[in-house]
């Protein structure tokens, strides 16, 4: 699908409920509340639900106060229009939100992460963006709705993040056009940057000394860990260390980031991030996880020590085979 294709769908709907995935990140919440706020102007009736209450670092994107938690919620109107933000799968919406789904006329997804041809062909995926918010932010113009400063900040903040402050190899010059109206908008990117940013307590700097004290390089490898006892120590939640993986891109000579998170004794996450084009969307893949190009992720039902002894050695394998490869 593509925009003028979901811009109609938008058009003919009125009652309108939006979500993003479970655990969600700065781009998921800054593309549901920029894209509802804007649908607001074109005065449908929308609510923002997540399976959980929104993080209090974020609640100043919310200036609304648009963002419910799931329980308190509820479908007494008919839903003409499902809008899922930031994933391309139900499950990823959560055990209540998803169920959402069997009230509303139409689905649909906008999403930059890889799916099948035929779930892109039914929505608004595009893998070439760098963020949902670039996007959302092409769909509100599409839409021909005026951006105000709360919408741009929302849709800056999204794409800030998600491309680790326009870092990424998947930036473009469109990205950048996008970016300098959201400024024109009103957004200033020092307080942005600074608002997403320096959140963090001491024991949060703490934390992340820690973790890249800790870290190994093996290799073009290099790779650290979390631990529910250092969180807990440093009294930090485990959402809010999945970013400490970017520090690795200030490592020379590295291709492959990767970072072990311990959800509990039997279940770890792992991150991936690929500094020179390793495709780590595929490696995430190959471990029942999956993402994009520059950055994945996986869940394994292992103990940090076993997560990291089944991948590392793979990691390893496959980036002698692609060194090898290269001239
Ligand atoms: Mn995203």
Redesign the pocket.
């Known amino acids: 699908m593509d925009l003028k294709q979901a811009t109609k769908l938008i058009n003919n709907a009125k009652n309108i409920i939006l979500t993003t995935h479970i655990v969600p990140?700065p781009?998921?919440i800054g593309s549901l509340i920029a894209l509802s706020s804007a649908l607001k102007k074109l005065k449908k009736n929308v609510e923002i639900v997540l399976e959980k209450e929104l993080a209090h670092k974020y609640s100043y994107l919310d200036t609304a106060n648009q963002v419910k938690c799931f329980s308190k919620l509820k479908i007494s109107k008919k839903i003409d229009l499902f809008i899922v933000l930031?994933a391309n799968n139900l499950e990823r919406t959560g055990d209540n939100v998803k169920l959402i789904n069997q009230h509303a006329k139409e689905l649909l997804f906008i999403d930059?992460?890889p799916s099948s041809l035929e779930v892109k062909a039914l929505h608004l995926i595009d893998t070439s963006y760098v963020?949902?918010g670039e996007i959302v932010a092409n769909l509100i113009k599409k839409l021909k709705i005026k951006l105000d400063k709360e919408i741009a900040l929302c849709l800056y903040t999204a794409i800030l993040i998600?491309t680790s402050s326009f870092n990424y190899p998947t930036m473009k010059s469109r990205t950048h056009q996008i970016i300098s109206e959201l400024i024109d908008a009103g957004v200033s990117p020092k307080d942005a940057f600074r608002k997403i940013n320096t959140q963090q307590n001491l024991n949060f700097i703490y934390l992340t000394g820690l973790v890249l004290r800790n870290c190994k390089i093996d290799g073009k490898l290099i790779y650290s860990s979390v631990t529910q006892s250092a969180l807990s120590k440093h009294d930090v939640d485990l959402d809010d260390t999945f970013g400490l993986i970017n520090h690795f891109i200030h490592v020379e000579g590295v291709d492959i980031a990767c970072m072990f998170f311990e959800i509990d004794e039997n279940k770890t996450k792992v991150s991936f991030r690929s500094f020179s084009g390793v495709d780590v969307g595929s490696i995430a893949e190959v471990f029942g996880g999956g993402g994009h190009t520059y950055s994945s992720a996986t869940v394994m039902n292992s103990s940090l020590k076993a997560a990291q002894q089944k991948i590392i050695p793979k990691l390893n394998i496959i980036l002698l085979k692609i060194n090898s490869r290269q001239p």
């Open positions: 990140d781009d998921g930031d930059h992460h963020a949902t998600d």
